[in-house]
Every structure is written in structure tokens, then in C-alpha cells.
């Protein structure tokens, strides 16, 4: 497809649990952004990709969260041990080199009961 | 640090002209931009300014004072469709990167 995609659409898992969050950017993106949006609030940046290494993993909230990218393309967010203020929409933008626009996918809702 | 600041509602008619307002506080500065969200839909690029003045996009114009650390977004001949989230995004000066610190967004009603 042309656009940001991201799997699952939504998640519900049980505290403790671990997730896994998909994003496949725009073909030929180089940067990549990971941000967490809760109920009624605005973007957290949580972490950058760009081409494979991250380097800006400020927003990340605990070591329980991780990411990694590969061949450049498709990221993968791992939240471990889940907590109910995990609870968010999480959103990925990928973005073209030169260019500021953000091209952001249609996001993860989870839910940790 | 970053912090933005802009209105958390605004409500309109239909046909009207809406100003939303953003001010925000920066170690750095490159540039500011505005994304529209729909309920429940990702956010989409509106517009970036970089130097000061207007940006005019259709319907859609985005104002930027460096000097006052401020900026607009405004919408004219309002439609129901323009019912959004609007939210104001700085990208720092020290951030090759591109992150962007969001604001925590207006929320726009239009009313016929």
C-alpha cells in the first residue's frame, strides 16, 4: 500500500504480559518515529529510527518498552511485562529524507486489563 | 526543555473563520508545524512553517513569529468535515532528527 501501515489494529492483553507492535512505513522512508497517544492528549515521542539504529531513544517510559528496525523498513515495538498505564494508542510516522512531513499510520489501540 | 501551549477547545459555524492559536517554549527552534486528527484517525500533515510570516494552503493558512515564540493555524469557510483535533508540533533546532513535541491539541467544533 502507499501509506504507513500498523498491526495490530488493537490489542488487549493481561497485565504482565508481553506485546508486540508492528509498523510498516512508507517504501523508501528513512526515518522512522515511534509516539504513544493517550485518551484525549496529545503525541509522546517515544522513539526515532533512522535506517536501522536508533538514535534518539529518549521517550522510551521504562526499559520494559524496546524497539528495533530492520532491513530499514519494518519496526517492531516490544512492550514487556505490561502495565495498565500502558494503555494508549501508539503511533507510527515514517518520514522522507529532506522533507518534514510525517506520514502517520492508522495506530495501535492497547489495552492491558 | 519543550513545551507548547494552544487551547484545548474551539467551537465555530459553519462558513465562519477560526483561529487557533499556539505558544510554545524551546531550548531550540526549526520549526513549527500543524496536524489534524479525526476521531479515532492518525493525524495528517497540515502544514510547516520555518520563517517567520504565512503559509497559505487552500482554505487552510499557518502563521509563524519566531520573535514572539508563537504561531496560528486558520481555518476559513469552516465545514462540518473541519470538526478535528488540531495540534501545533515544534521540531527542535538540536534535533537532526526531525522528533516532533506536540502540543496537547484543540479540539474544533463546527456547528451548522
Known amino acids: 500500500g502507499a501509506g504507513v501501515s500498523q498491526s495490530p489494529s488493537n490489542k488487549v492483553t493481561e497485565k504482565g504480559k508481553d506485546v508486540e507492535l508492528r509498523c510498516d512505513p512508507i517504501s523508501g522512508h528513512t526515518a522512522l518515529y515511534w509516539y504513544r497517544q493517550s485518551l484525549g492528549q496529545g503525541l509522546e515521542f517515544l522513539i526515532y529510527f533512522q535506517g536501522n539504529s536508533a538514535p534518539d531513544k529518549s521517550g522510551l517510559p521504562s526499559d520494559r518498552f524496546s524497539a528495533e528496525r530492520t532491513g530499514g523498513s519494518v519496526s517492531t515495538l516490544t512492550i514487556q511485562r505490561t502495565q495498565q498505564e500502558d494503555s494508549a494508542v501508539y503511533l507510527c510516522?515514517?518520514?522522507?529524507?529532506?522533507?518534514?512531513?510525517?506520514?502517520f499510520g492508522p495506530g495501535t489501540r492497547l489495552t492491558v486489563l | 526543555g519543550q513545551s507548547l501551549e494552544q487551547p484545548s477547545e474551539v467551537t465555530a459555524v459553519e462558513g465562519a473563520i477560526v483561529q487557533i492559536n499556539c505558544t510554545y517554549q524551546?531550548?531550540?527552534?526549526?520549526?513549527l508545524s500543524w496536524y489534524q486528527q479525526h476521531d479515532g484517525g492518525a493525524p495528517t500533515f497540515l502544514s510547516y512553517?520555518?520563517?517567520?510570516g504565512l503559509e497559505e494552503t487552500g482554505r487552510f493558512s499557518s502563521f509563524l513569529s519566531r520573535s514572539d515564540s508563537y504561531g496560528y493555524l486558520l481555518l476559513q469557510e469552516l465545514q462540518m468535515k473541519d470538526s478535528a483535533s488540531y495540534f501545533c508540533a515544534v521540531r527542535d533546532k538540536d534535533n537532526q532528527g526531525g522528533k516532533l513535541i506536540f502540543g496537547q491539541g484543540t479540539e474544533l467544533s463546527v456547528k451548522p
Open positions: 512553517n520555518a520563517l517567520d
Open positions: 510516522a515514517s518520514r522522507a529524507r529532506g522533507v518534514d512531513e510525517q506520514f
Open positions: 524551546t531550548s531550540g527552534f526549526y520549526g
